[in-house]
């Protein structure tokens, strides 16, 4: 286990991009003495306003209304893929499959965005499995059409207060990129962006 003096010295020498990646996505894997040098040193650096609240994020255990209230933020968000305010964001797990010959790779991403931007998104990954599906010998076909019907399901977005595990998941897991969003939304757009 490093000391305290290892994590200084490990911390001073990384960027200011790798510490806020750290703060951002992975505190919850950290300890408690890393946790509080990495709160240092980003202090030291001038990195820590509204990166503190990402840290503590990650580090809360949420009870189920909390969960839900999140979820409920971050649906009245503008998109992250068009920047369309007014419209509820939907989460969905969108899958990607490709194949040549008897080789096949699946792909799932999940995406946030509006009603819009998540059927975009299922049909680019539809288009792509239907026409790898081609050379997909003998059972591409067969696993593109699979791959298409999954994302037809999962595309279709119903206007109601309901989510889906998969939504509920993901705010559950990027705490810290929520809670920076919903704090500042115009200066971390871009790191939603990135989940997408």
Sequence with gaps: ???????????????????RQ???????ELSDDATQVLREEMGRRGLLDGFNAAISAQRHTYTPDQVKELIRRVRQLPCPMCGIRGQTIHGRRIITRRGFLWLHRKQEVFRIGCKSCIRKAGLRANTISMAWGLFGFPFGLILGFGTVLDNLRAVDCKETAQTTKAFEDYVRQNTGVITLLLQSEHKTQSLVNELN
């Design 1 to 19: 286990m490093p000391t305290i003096h290892d994590l200084r010295q490990t911390y001073s020498n990384m960027a200011d991009e790798e510490l």
């Design 22 to 28: 750290i703060a951002v996505f992975e505190t919850t």
